[in-house]
């Protein structure tokens, strides 16, 4: 497997830095740490935590100290990683000063050790690479605002806007502008993907699945829709014009296709038809 | 905005006049409605009835819904025309031979 054969020379470096550490009296502390990073809220990858013991095991010597170390590196990574997608600032510098003794950034060996490990799949199936940001950050240790100003270049002049000039109408030339700007802009769809977008955005597909009531929103209860005697009070109110509406209402009532302003609509169409013929009706 | 005609290809005049028909159709189509209410009655006086015969005789003749014929969407065949899918026999025939016509298959019992 790759992982083994690339993993020699690191474990070597590994073991001399693991040497190295454990004669300082800086063991303590990192174990201090390692208790507080577990009780940090999230849990690492278990394929993490299983490559790391694998590593410990590898590594003859003291396997449980090696693995709570390479554990608490990882999730200090992880936090790292997280902060910086988060658009936070690394406060690993203040981490390390913390720290008692110097060492090279763990940071970088956290890099190493999880860039082997990391098995971990993106959305599309591509391993998540660890931020890279991380190492990069330690050699530019100066940031963009400290330090007296050049005053090289002045502030751009707030441009004072006039008083919006009053267009008659817009010109034929602006039209055909606009009308370039459009057309250059709309560019054809390069996916059926694409081209359904553009379909939904103009209302010709339909969305899925279909609903048989889109663009009819009826706000209207049911008792606007069957008592409709209300718009009756302009009509006189006895004789055959009167019959014949109380028979218009029953039928406009029972119909649930038309919206409550078409039903209204027709009963005033009635009452201006017959108003015209007033004089008609009074001559019989 | 520049107005002028706008012109597209109908396959033939013949769909033309009928799609102007049934535009007019879809126009009228109220009115002639609450009208054919006012004849078609037994309540209302029979002067009022006879007003109202010539009032939708005035109306233009292309807005009446009869006069409209499902024409073939493709080839503008006035007969032999499927309503479901609106098309001939012919290019019916056609397009499900060609397996372009979804769900249609070729009978056999």
Redesign the interface.
């Given at each position: 497997m790759k992982v083994e054969v690339s993993y020699r020379k690191k474990l070597q470096e590994l073991k001399t830095r693991e040497i190295k550490k454990q004669g300082l009296d800086s063991e303590g502390s990192m174990l201090q740490k390692t208790t507080e990073d577990t009780q940090r809220g999230r849990p690492l990858n278990p394929e993490l935590v299983e490559a790391a013991s694998a590593v410990a095991s590898s590594l003859t010597l003291n396997k449980k100290q090696t693995e709570s170390e390479l554990l608490a590196q990882l999730r200090r990574h992880e936090e790292t990683t997280d902060k910086q997608k988060k658009g936070g600032t690394i406060n690993l510098r203040n981490v390390i000063s913390e720290m008692a003794v110097k060492r090279q950034s763990p940071a970088q060996r956290g890099v190493r050790i999880s860039s082997r490990i990391s098995l971990e799949l993106d959305e599309n199936g591509q391993r998540i690479k660890p931020g890279r940001l991380s190492p990069h950050f330690f050699d530019s240790r100066r940031s963009l605002k400290v330090g007296r100003r050049l005053n090289i270049f002045s502030k751009a002049s707030t441009e004072t806007e006039n008083a919006l000039e009053t267009v008659s109408s817009p010109t034929i030339w602006d039209l055909e502008f606009a009308k370039e700007i459009a057309a250059i802009t709309a560019q054809p769809p390069r996916n059926g993907f694409e081209e359904m977008i553009q379909w939904t955005k103009e209302g010709i597909l339909w969305e899925f699945p279909i609903d048989n009531e889109t663009g009819m929103e009826d706000d209207a209860e049911f008792h606007e829709h069957i008592f409709l005697e209300k718009h009756l009070e302009d009509f006189p109110k006895q004789g055959p014009i009167r019959h014949f509406m109380e028979l218009v209402i029953c039928g406009l009532s029972k119909n649930p296709y038309l919206s409550v302003k078409q039903k209204i609509e027709h009963i005033e169409w009635f009452q201006k038809y017959f108003e015209e013929k007033k004089e008609l009706l009074q001559e019989i | 905005?520049?107005t002028g005609q706008a012109r597209s290809y109908y396959v033939d005049w013949r769909m033309l006049r009928d799609v102007k028909r049934r535009k007019l159709a879809y126009e009228y189509a109220?009115?002639r409605l609450?009208i054919n209410?006012?004849r078609k009655?037994a309540?209302?006086?029979k002067?009022?009835q006879e007003?109202a015969d010539k009032e939708i005789a005035d109306l233009p003749r292309d807005s009446c819904p009869v006069r409209i014929r499902n024409r073939c969407v493709l080839t503008s065949r006035p007969r032999g025309v499927k309503r479901r899918w609106r098309l001939s026999r012919i290019v019916f025939r056609h397009f499900a031979d060609h397996a372009q016509m979804s769900g249609i298959q070729r009978a056999m019992w």
């Amino acid at each position: 497997m790759k992982v083994e054969v690339s993993y020699r020379k690191k474990l070597q470096e590994l073991k001399t830095r693991e040497i190295k550490k454990q004669g300082l009296d800086s063991e303590g502390s990192m174990l201090q740490k390692t208790t507080e990073d577990t009780q940090r809220g999230r849990p690492l990858n278990p394929e993490l935590v299983e490559a790391a013991s694998a590593v410990a095991s590898s590594l003859t010597l003291n396997k449980k100290q090696t693995e709570s170390e390479l554990l608490a590196q990882l999730r200090r990574h992880e936090e790292t990683t997280d902060k910086q997608k988060k658009g936070g600032t690394i406060n690993l510098r203040n981490v390390i000063s913390e720290m008692a003794v110097k060492r090279q950034s763990p940071a970088q060996r956290g890099v190493r050790i999880s860039s082997r490990i990391s098995l971990e799949l993106d959305e599309n199936g591509q391993r998540i690479k660890p931020g890279r940001l991380s190492p990069h950050f330690f050699d530019s240790r100066r940031s963009l605002k400290v330090g007296r100003r050049l005053n090289i270049f002045s502030k751009a002049s707030t441009e004072t806007e006039n008083a919006l000039e009053t267009v008659s109408s817009p010109t034929i030339w602006d039209l055909e502008f606009a009308k370039e700007i459009a057309a250059i802009t709309a560019q054809p769809p390069r996916n059926g993907f694409e081209e359904m977008i553009q379909w939904t955005k103009e209302g010709i597909l339909w969305e899925f699945p279909i609903d048989n009531e889109t663009g009819m929103e009826d706000d209207a209860e049911f008792h606007e829709h069957i008592f409709l005697e209300k718009h009756l009070e302009d009509f006189p109110k006895q004789g055959p014009i009167r019959h014949f509406m109380e028979l218009v209402i029953c039928g406009l009532s029972k119909n649930p296709y038309l919206s409550v302003k078409q039903k209204i609509e027709h009963i005033e169409w009635f009452q201006k038809y017959f108003e015209e013929k007033k004089e008609l009706l009074q001559e019989i | 905005p520049c107005t002028g005609q706008a012109r597209s290809y109908y396959v033939d005049w013949r769909m033309l006049r009928d799609v102007k028909r049934r535009k007019l159709a879809y126009e009228y189509a109220d009115e002639r409605l609450r009208i054919n209410a006012i004849r078609k009655n037994a309540i209302l006086p029979k002067e009022l009835q006879e007003v109202a015969d010539k009032e939708i005789a005035d109306l233009p003749r292309d807005s009446c819904p009869v006069r409209i014929r499902n024409r073939c969407v493709l080839t503008s065949r006035p007969r032999g025309v499927k309503r479901r899918w609106r098309l001939s026999r012919i290019v019916f025939r056609h397009f499900a031979d060609h397996a372009q016509m979804s769900g249609i298959q070729r009978a056999m019992w």
